[in-house]
Protein backbone atom coordinates (compact mmCIF):
# COMPACT_ATOMS: atom_id res chain seq x y z
CA UNK A 1 0.00 0.00 0.00
CA UNK A 2 1.38 3.39 -1.09
CA UNK A 3 1.70 5.73 1.72
CA UNK A 4 2.48 9.59 1.41
CA UNK A 5 3.01 11.12 4.74
CA UNK A 6 3.83 15.76 4.26
CA UNK A 7 5.32 17.44 7.01
CA UNK A 8 7.23 21.01 7.61
CA UNK A 9 4.21 23.38 6.94
CA UNK A 10 3.92 26.35 9.14
CA UNK A 11 3.57 30.09 9.24
CA UNK A 12 5.55 32.27 7.92
CA UNK A 13 6.54 36.16 6.78
CA UNK A 14 6.77 36.99 3.70
CA UNK A 15 10.70 36.44 2.37
CA UNK A 16 11.12 33.69 4.39
CA UNK A 17 11.88 29.77 3.57
CA UNK A 18 10.10 26.72 4.86
CA UNK A 19 11.40 22.93 3.82
CA UNK A 20 8.26 20.32 2.81
CA UNK A 21 9.15 16.98 3.53
CA UNK A 22 7.23 14.17 1.91
CA UNK A 23 7.96 10.20 3.33
CA UNK A 24 6.89 7.56 1.36
CA UNK A 25 6.26 3.65 1.48
CA UNK A 26 4.89 0.98 -0.53
CA UNK A 27 6.40 1.89 -3.72
CA UNK A 28 10.00 1.82 -5.81
CA UNK A 29 10.57 5.34 -4.59
CA UNK A 30 13.79 5.22 -7.02
CA UNK A 31 12.07 4.74 -10.15
CA UNK A 32 8.54 7.21 -10.26
CA UNK A 33 7.19 10.46 -10.65
CA UNK A 34 6.59 12.07 -8.12
CA UNK A 35 5.27 16.08 -7.90
CA UNK A 36 4.12 18.76 -5.15
CA UNK A 37 1.22 20.61 -5.93
CA UNK A 38 -1.07 23.39 -3.79
CA UNK A 39 -4.58 23.99 -3.27
CA UNK A 40 -6.57 26.82 -2.13
CA UNK A 41 -10.26 27.11 -0.94
CA UNK A 42 -12.24 27.00 -4.66
CA UNK A 43 -9.27 26.06 -6.47
CA UNK A 44 -8.21 23.48 -8.38
CA UNK A 45 -5.08 21.74 -7.65
CA UNK A 46 -2.33 23.72 -9.15
CA UNK A 47 1.55 21.48 -9.93
CA UNK A 48 4.31 23.56 -8.42
CA UNK A 49 7.13 21.17 -9.35
CA UNK A 50 7.93 17.64 -10.27
CA UNK A 51 10.79 15.14 -10.36
CA UNK A 52 11.64 12.02 -12.08
CA UNK A 53 13.63 10.20 -9.24
CA UNK A 54 15.76 8.08 -11.43
CA UNK A 55 16.91 10.66 -13.23
CA UNK A 56 16.53 13.42 -11.06
CA UNK A 57 14.88 15.73 -13.70
CA UNK A 58 12.76 19.02 -12.46
CA UNK A 59 10.19 20.63 -13.78
CA UNK A 60 8.82 24.31 -12.18
CA UNK A 61 5.64 25.70 -12.63
CA UNK A 62 6.54 29.37 -13.77
CA UNK A 63 5.14 30.68 -10.31
CA UNK A 64 7.73 29.47 -8.63
CA UNK A 65 10.76 29.12 -10.62
CA UNK A 66 13.81 30.33 -8.81
CA UNK A 67 12.56 30.36 -5.06
CA UNK A 68 11.66 26.55 -5.08
CA UNK A 69 14.05 23.76 -5.20
CA UNK A 70 12.21 20.07 -5.24
CA UNK A 71 14.66 17.16 -4.42
CA UNK A 72 14.69 13.77 -3.46
CA UNK A 73 16.27 11.80 -1.20
CA UNK A 74 16.42 7.96 -2.52
CA UNK A 75 17.94 6.49 0.32
CA UNK A 76 15.57 7.83 2.18
CA UNK A 77 12.48 7.30 0.42
CA UNK A 78 11.89 11.34 0.80
CA UNK A 79 10.88 13.85 -1.39
CA UNK A 80 11.56 17.64 -0.11
CA UNK A 81 10.18 21.14 -1.68
CA UNK A 82 12.47 23.74 -0.75
CA UNK A 83 10.74 27.10 -0.42
CA UNK A 84 12.69 30.34 -0.39
CA UNK A 85 11.11 33.91 -1.14
CA UNK A 86 7.99 33.12 -0.15
CA UNK A 87 4.63 35.26 -0.57
CA UNK A 88 1.80 35.87 0.54
CA UNK A 89 0.41 34.23 -2.82
CA UNK A 90 1.84 30.97 -1.99
CA UNK A 91 -0.35 30.11 1.19
CA UNK A 92 -2.05 27.23 0.64
CA UNK A 93 -2.21 23.34 1.44
CA UNK A 94 0.51 21.21 -0.23
CA UNK A 95 0.52 18.01 -1.08
CA UNK A 96 3.48 15.14 -2.50
CA UNK A 97 1.77 13.14 -4.97
CA UNK A 98 3.27 9.66 -6.75
CA UNK A 99 3.16 7.78 -9.99
CA UNK A 100 4.84 4.44 -10.97
CA UNK A 101 3.76 4.65 -14.43
CA UNK A 102 5.21 6.73 -17.03
CA UNK A 103 3.89 10.52 -16.94
CA UNK A 104 5.23 12.33 -19.95
CA UNK A 105 6.36 16.10 -19.65
CA UNK A 106 3.42 18.34 -20.56
CA UNK A 107 1.97 16.07 -18.00
CA UNK A 108 3.87 16.08 -15.23
CA UNK A 109 2.10 19.22 -13.33
CA UNK A 110 -1.51 17.76 -13.75
CA UNK A 111 -3.04 16.64 -10.72
CA UNK A 112 -4.68 13.57 -13.10
CA UNK A 113 -1.56 12.30 -13.88
CA UNK A 114 -1.06 11.12 -10.66
CA UNK A 115 -3.08 8.28 -8.85
CA UNK A 116 -1.16 8.60 -4.67
CA UNK A 117 -1.41 11.36 -2.49
CA UNK A 118 -0.62 12.73 0.81
CA UNK A 119 -2.99 14.21 3.19
CA UNK A 120 -1.34 17.71 3.04
CA UNK A 121 0.52 19.85 4.74
CA UNK A 122 -0.63 23.75 5.15
CA UNK A 123 1.54 26.78 4.28
CA UNK A 124 0.82 30.27 5.45
CA UNK A 125 2.49 33.04 4.22
CA UNK A 126 1.87 36.80 5.81
CA UNK A 127 2.63 40.00 4.46
Known amino acids: QVQLVESGGGSVQAGGSLRLSCATS????????MGWFRQTPGKEREGVAA????????YYADSVKGRFTISRDNAKNTLYLQMNSLKPEDTAMYYC????????????????????WGQGTQVTVSS
Open 97 to 116: AAEGRYVPRPSLLLHAAYNN
Open 26 to 33: GYTFSNAY
Open 51 to 58: IYTAGGST
